[in-house]
């Protein structure tokens, strides 16, 4: 058993971005395929149709970078169909924290799930009109991918650093009742490599 990093790479009209998950694994191909599925599985749902998820790259840690990591090749579309109306702002995502035994939180954000008419506040101080259907779903596929690393013997996991080297084991997670804005400058979010 290792740990692993699965970045799932998705893709926008042209601008890639990426959501990271430590996970403790055996690192076989038969166990890593099926996690990359489940995470496929999971973000498709709170994924707007226009984006696609491309791939799946799965790597220990550290990551060694450049050709060190086996790709899972997917190409598929997310679920939301928002019938053409204008996407919230990249910045404004779904928000999911992540909680261990010791107390520690951790953070996941997802971008391309929003429209505009479901959020208000701009950047500074985001909420929802109302409650967005997504949401529920966000709930159920984490709950469902969370299982599904637990069946296959796997563990997601947060706080990965110098002194605990393969993270704390995701215990719970909760859906925050308002988006969060993340700079679009981050490091994982626009990745597409410079002309």
Same mark, same amino acid.
């Not at 910045?91 to 909680?99: K, T």
């Not at 988006?179 to 979010?189: D, E, R, S």
């Given at each position: 058993?290792?740990?692993?990093?699965?970045?799932?790479? +998705?893709?926008? %009209?042209?601008?890639?971005?990426?959501?990271?998950?430590?996970?403790?694994?055996?690192?076989?191909?038969?166990e890593?395929?099926?996690?990359?599925? %489940?995470?496929?599985?999971?973000?498709?749902?709170?994924?707007?149709?226009?984006?696609?998820?491309?791939?799946?790259n799965?790597?220990?840690?550290?990551?060694?970078?450049?050709?060190?990591?086996?790709?899972?090749?997917?190409?598929?579309?997310?679920?939301?169909?928002?019938?053409?109306?204008?996407?919230?702002?990249?910045?404004?995502?779904?928000?999911?924290?992540?909680?261990?035994?010791?107390?520690?939180?951790?953070?996941?954000?997802?971008?391309?799930?929003?429209?505009?008419?479901?959020?208000?506040?701009?950047?500074? +101080?985001?909420?929802?009109?109302?409650?967005?259907?997504?949401?529920?779903?966000?709930?159920?596929?984490?709950?469902?991918?969370?299982?599904?690393?637990?069946?296959?013997?796997?563990?997601?996991?947060?706080?990965?650093?110098?002194?605990?080297?393969?993270?704390r084991?995701?215990?719970s997670?909760?859906?925050?009742?308002?988006?969060?804005?993340?700079?679009?400058? +981050?490091?994982?979010?626009?990745?597409?490599?410079?002309?």
């Amino acid at each position: 058993m290792a740990l692993y990093t699965f970045d799932v790479w +998705k893709d926008m %009209a042209g601008w890639q971005f990426c959501n990271r998950y430590h996970i403790f694994a055996s690192g076989g191909s038969d166990e890593q395929g099926p996690i990359a599925n %489940a995470l496929v599985d999971a973000e498709k749902e709170w994924l707007e149709d226009r984006a696609t998820i491309e791939k799946v790259n799965v790597a220990p840690v550290p990551d060694p970078g450049g050709g060190g990591f086996v790709p899972y090749l997917f190409g598929v579309t997310g679920q939301l169909n928002f019938s053409g109306n204008p996407q919230a702002p990249p910045e404004i995502c779904l928000w999911v924290s992540m909680r261990a035994s010791s107390g520690l939180l951790g953070r996941k954000s997802y971008r391309c799930g929003l429209v505009n008419t479901q959020v208000q506040g701009g950047t500074q +101080k985001p909420r929802y009109v109302g409650t967005p259907a997504v949401l529920t779903a966000l709930a159920t596929e984490f709950t469902t991918l969370l299982e599904t690393i637990d069946g296959l013997g796997a563990s997601l996991r947060i706080g990965v650093d110098d002194v605990t080297p393969t993270g704390r084991v995701v215990e719970s997670f909760s859906v925050r009742t308002r988006p969060i804005a993340v700079k679009v400058n +981050k490091a994982w979010y626009n990745r597409t490599p410079a002309p």
